[in-house]
């Protein structure tokens, strides 16, 4: 083949792969001839016990592994005026559940979906608000049901640690306590004003990319780990005293909020 064509082979080559990619990235993260079809919604105008549990999946009331501070309660769970307000706070409890049991010195609340609703794929979003304060640790997360869950994909994670920084995080592997090529962890900080503002986050994954977005903007993106697994949803706030910290948390008696106004899911589906 002589140098000419070669080079015109070349040219065309990139701008094919060029277009694929500007394709891509359109606002919705779609290829041209697919749309979003919402699968799973709930506006909270009321709370709803045939989509939610208060546990995790396994009926834990905190993550033992984390060693957390706080242990999961039905009451710390409550819709008021189209908001679900999930409420952490100090509050003495001895709590049991099927792993264990010891003294708690907070209360939170956790919403799970996994005994209504689960999916590969798509598009998970949520609009929501929530203060700083330190060691409080409010987050949406997706797992499946296999055990462990992996891969797990953290669509964010406010930890109490920084106040302009939130965490985008994938999980993926065999085990979360084994190391490389056992486990791996992919995380993405995303600098801004969060404090108690009303944002929207959103997960988008496709089976060769996965996007997280805030308020429509793309924040993080991965091509690796990508869950194949039908997963549920997660929200909860956690209390923890982080060694970023000085092991230091917020124990004033006001009360821990975060309000969610609404979560969706989409799947990717042809126009025609």
Same mark, same amino acid.
């Given at each position: ?8 082979? /070349? ?103 996994? /005994? ?134 917020? /124990? ?11 979560? /969706? ?8």
């Amino acid at each position: 083949m002589k140098k000419t064509s070669l080079v015109f082979l /070349r040219i065309a080559v990139l701008f094919l792969l060029g277009t694929h990619f500007l394709s891509f990235e359109n606002p919705e993260s779609l290829p041209p001839d697919y749309r979003w079809e919402l699968t799973f919604q709930d506006n909270f105008d009321t709370y709803d016990n045939s989509k939610w549990i208060n546990t995790l999946d396994n009926g834990g009331r905190t993550i033992w592994s984390n060693q957390e501070l706080q242990f999961y309660q039905d009451q710390n769970v409550k819709v008021e005026n189209g908001i679900l307000k999930l409420t952490a706070k100090k509050e003495s409890l001895y709590g049991k559940d099927v792993e264990s049991e010891k003294q708690f010195d907070f209360t939170s609340g956790l919403i799970c979906n996994s /005994r209504s609703f689960s999916q590969p794929y798509g598009k998970w979003e949520m609009r929501v608000k929530f203060p700083f304060r330190k060691g409080f640790w409010p987050a949406f997360f997706l797992v499946p049901k296999q055990r462990p869950t992996l891969p797990e994909i953290d669509i964010f994670e406010y930890f109490g640690r920084n106040k302009n920084e939130i965490s985008c995080t994938q999980h993926w592997g065999i085990d979360y306590a084994q190391k490389e090529p056992f486990y791996y962890m992919k995380t993405k900080q995303v600098t801004g004003d969060f404090d108690d503002k009303w944002m929207v986050w959103s997960f988008e994954c496709f089976p060769e990319k996965m996007v997280w977005k805030l308020n429509g903007t793309t924040v993080n993106e991965s091509t690796v780990g990508i869950p194949t697994a039908p997963m549920y949803m997660i929200a909860n706030v956690a209390v923890k005293d982080w060694e970023e910290n000085n092991r230091e948390v917020d /124990r004033s008696d006001t009360p821990y909020v975060m309000e969610i106004d609404y979560i /969706r899911v989409y799947k990717m589906v042809p126009n025609n």
